[in-house]
């Protein structure tokens, strides 16, 4: 059995203490698809709150389709996916302590981890993470270990930062798929920020 590099513990009880309290950001999402003839523009923006590092609440400002506003109906269900998401809708982190036996780690460099996931769904991957001298999280990328419909293939790479005192987060994450819808080949992009992060009281 493969011993857990003791940094990894110690990275994860790091993350614990950067995400506690609650805090308001303000999230975007841009994704752009293509595959032949066909292409799909969505961007969407939300103020989200969180708890201890999970989201609890959301409060949509702008859902837009190809140019189409959302209708309240779609708002509604959008907001009930981040609020409630299933099991494997979000990235089970292989720095959050809940999701360490998930993976198996191996030591790069004495600021990289490499992780590999033994659980094949898409709230899983396998890649590589950095941290900071204090043992912050500031980067990660990582191939999903499953793919929604049409993708094929694809990669997730993703920048936190200290964006309160003593609080870090998730600012910027690029995901980028390549795959097939009916019969033509395709690819699609989402492009993720968070910014305006904001102390909430409790």
Known sequence: MQVMPAIVNQVAQQTVRDQRGSVSAHYQ????????????????????????GNLVSVRVTNDVTDGKAATPAQIAQVISDYEHPKPTDSFHAPWDPRYLGDYTYRTVDSNTIAFTSHINDTAHGSGMFSFDAHKHVVAYRYTPSAFYDHATAGTVVGRRAQVLSGYWALTQETQTFRGHYTLFAGGATAQISQSDFRRLPG
Do not use: M, N, T
């Not at 841009?30 to 523009?41: I, K, L, Q």
């Open 29 to 52: 999402r841009v994704f752009d698809a293509h595959a032949g003839p066909r292409s799909r523009h969505e961007q969407l923006d939300f103020i989200g709150v969180y708890r201890d």
